[in-house]
């Protein structure tokens, strides 16, 4: 059984730095693309980037310039560097696997809250 499993949120000040990753556990293959979400409560959950197999990436307006989305594939790992925080970075993140054939899974989250 495939799972997916996040660490790297936490607590950090306005204009600091986290770094999420997100590690598939178990045998999966033909990851086409990887994700990562984010819910704040009373809202829908908002995608902030993507990585394709290819490389190709795609992020959200409010984090353009201040996150970098990039992916092992070797390792079934994806990676969210986060720069430049802002208290409405506040959210729990989940991290996305979109897998050929087999749908998609999902993390069960990681907080990351932005607050002096």
């Known amino acids: 059984q495939v799972q997916l499993v996040e660490s790297g949120g936490g607590l950090v000040q306005p204009g600091g730095s986290l770094r999420l990753s997100c590690a598939a556990s178990g045998s999966i293959f033909g990851i086409n693309v990887m994700g990562w979400y984010r819910q704040v409560p009373g809202k829908q959950r908002e995608l902030v980037a993507n990585?394709?197999?290819?490389?190709?990436?795609n992020y959200a307006d409010s984090v353009k310039g201040r996150f970098t989305i990039s992916r092992d594939s070797a390792k079934n790992t994806v990676y969210l560097q986060m720069n430049s925080l802002k208290p409405e970075d506040t959210a729990l993140y989940y991290c996305n696997f979109n897998v050929a054939q087999r749908g998609q899974y999902w993390g069960q989250g990681t907080q990351v809250t932005v607050s002096s």
């Open positions: 990585i394709n197999s290819r490389g190709g990436t």
